[in-house]
């Protein structure tokens, strides 16, 4: 047989061959570009819910307006504006309020709707379930008149609206762009459709586990950012600027406020700590005393953050004075314990200055005061509370006074 006969014989199994490889390739490029686009639009509504869950809780912990807002719709111009400028922080657009029966009060961009109509099932059913809807919205075209007409891909999420004391009001629908992520996700991928080209069942795995793994990634990097924002990465707990917003948004409700306990906290000799143990177990210290003031404070009313270096604040709305003075009490009380670390043991103390701010009083003052009756307790020996009284008043001048006398 010669070479021509050869060729014409195994011409049909190799077209055969080639043909078939290349159909199984197209076919698991379909299957895994199908298996993308919903691991895509999954991670995208995910993404959305944290984002609109954060908001939420956000809003209704520093809103105490927030239930006239849910069963009236009646919202301020300067309670308009505080709210829509914490939008670009986790990308929302707009959102919408739902009262228990389903029936919309209030649209964030146009304020008060008045009598009206807009019944809402989906809202209705998240209010009694108690669980979000998450709808993906991508590419739509929209006329000039639609407030999301400009952007390319967002989600419309529906979460119960609930009190910080967990009572369920209504409900709201919050728009979350999520262009910007869709666009990081479409990015990781661009390498990976070359693989589909060229790659068999088992080089598509890896592009497959490249997926998950970039995606994982992007997410991870996406929520550390938006816990920068907000929480102390040593401690986790509320940071500096987070702790400033909940005061402000407190002090500057145009409803009467209720009461806000304010702790100032200071961890006594901690310089000497990093001294003689090092940074380190300064950190640990820090670490222990953050979580024993979460695990001993209120968890629906009471936020704890690090004001800096060793100082904390814990903020305790709607407090009453007896409830304000357990509260402190269960502090000190749960601090007493022998810490160890790094085959240390450590005795550490605290200095409390305590100030339960009324409707009279504004940030500046809140704090002033409770500031100084944290100084009044280390100066009168450390590891105590000492609340604030109008004797501490000129108590820096006094001393200032003696001192250069």
Partial sequence: MDLSSKLREYRNPLLIAITGALLLVLLFALTLNSLIDWQVQAALRNNAQIRAQHWADNFFKTTPSARRMVETGI???????????????????????????????????????????????????????????????????????????????????????????????????????????????????????????????????????????????????????????????????????????????????????PTLGILFIDVDQFKQVNDEHGHASGDAILKHFADQFRSSTRSNDDIVGRYGGDEFIDLCRGITLKGFRKLYGRIMEATKAPFSFDNTVHHPTLSIGAYLAGVEDDEKTSLHRADLALYAAKRQGRNQVVEYSEDLEGLFDREETQETA
């Fill in 75 to 257: 919202i301020t111009p300067s309670e308009r504006d505080r709210i829509e400028s914490s939008f670009p922080l986790i990308d929302v657009v707009r959102f919408k309020l739902f009262n228990r029966e389903g029936m919309q009060t209030l649209l964030s961009d146009s304020g008060l709707l008045g009598p009206s109509d807009l019944f809402s099932d989906e809202a209705l059913q998240v209010f009694k379930s108690g669980e979000p809807i998450v709808g993906l919205h991508e590419h739509e075209e929209a006329d000039e008149y639609d407030h999301e007409a400009h952007l390319e891909t967002y989600v419309e999420v529906y979460l119960p609206a609930v009190l910080p004391s967990g009572e369920r009001i209504g409900a709201l629908e919050v728009y979350v762009d999520v262009s910007e992520f869709e666009e990081a996700l479409e990015k990781v991928f661009q390498r990976v459709s070359g693989y589909l080209i060229l790659g068999t069942f088992i080089a598509l795995l890896f592009p497959a586990a490249a997926y998950v793994y970039r995606t994982r990634q992007v997410m991870k990097q996406d929520k550390r950012l938006l816990e920068l924002t907000r929480y102390d990465q040593l401690t986790g707990v509320l940071n500096r600027n987070s702790i400033s917003d909940y005061l402000k948004s407190h002090f500057e409700a145009d409803t009467a406020s």
